[in-house]
Antibody, heavy 121, light 107 residues
Framework: QLQLQESGPGLVKPSETLSLTCTVS??????????WDWIRQPPGKGLEWIGTIYYTGKTFYNPSLQSRVTLSVDTSTNQFSLKLRSVTAADTAVYYC?????????????WGQGTTVTVSS | DIQMTQSPSSLSASVGDRVTITCRASQGIRNDLGWYQQKPGKAPKRLIYAASSLQSGVPSRFSGSGSGTEFTLTISSLQPEDFATYYC?????????FGQGTKVEIK
């Protein structure tokens, strides 16, 4: 069964860059039939889609974050990554990586456990 | 952007009750919608995909319906383990958007 695991610093200073990596296990990130997404959830709030990457490197971003976000993929290590620049306290959240089917009917079937990132000096 | 309006934001119900949660899309999304259950401190778990297809392993008391702009998640007989927050998610077009969530609490 494919598994996803987020990793990265749990504490980031304001104005710096948040960097997270998602490792894909028991499956391949080069799947033709899947996208790889990042989702976040501020404390006590709902879910927000950050962006998507395909194994070719094609990306789609949430317009609300587009100016600060970069997603990348490393097929040699079976990982994909998130960078969020110029963070503020509003970026404090649990960050999830997910797998989503290429067919828009199906959505996200696998989620990582999530990693908490706090933005604070 | 497609806005997903989910209602109610919270509800109190008893074990055995029938529960209905609704999501309305600001424009048609065919049946490109999923329902997710989230328990405290855990990642969301998919219950329904393609608006009405039950995820493997999910109890049959969960069902989804709808197409276009109106969607419903129904729990036919609420069980203790169903107390959680539920979200709809449209994956018809970018940006993907979630409903605001419905917290199902014990009455």
């Amino acid at each position: 069964q494919l598994q996803l695991q987020e990793s990265g610093p749990g504490l980031v200073k304001p104005s710096e860059t948040l960097s997270l990596t998602c490792t894909v296990s028991n499956g391949s990130i080069t799947s033709y039939t899947h996208f790889w997404d990042w989702i976040r959830q501020p404390p006590g709030k709902g879910l927000e889609w950050i962006g998507t990457i395909y194994y070719t490197g094609k990306t789609f971003y949430n317009p609300s974050l587009q100016s600060r976000v970069t997603l990348s993929v490393d097929t040699s290590t079976n990982q994909f990554s998130l960078k969020l620049r110029s963070v503020t306290a509003a970026d404090t959240a649990v960050y999830y990586c997910t797998r989503r089917d290429y067919d828009p009917n199906y959505g996200m079937d696998v989620w990582g456990q999530g990693t908490t990132v706090t933005v604070s000096s | 952007d497609i806005q997903m309006t989910q209602s109610p934001s919270s509800l109190s119900a008893s074990v055995g009750d029938r529960v209905t949660i609704t999501c309305r899309a600001s424009q048609g999304i065919r049946n490109d919608l999923g329902w997710y259950q989230q328990k405290p401190g855990k990642a969301p778990k998919r219950l329904i995909y393609a608006a009405s297809s039950l995820q493997s392993g999910v109890p049959s008391r969960f069902s989804g319906s709808g197409s276009g702009t109106e969607f419903t998640l129904t729990i036919s007989s609420l069980q203790p383990e169903d107390f959680a927050t539920y979200y709809c998610l449209q994956h018809n077009s970018y940006p993907l958007t979630f409903g605001q969530g419905t917290k199902v609490e014990i009455k």
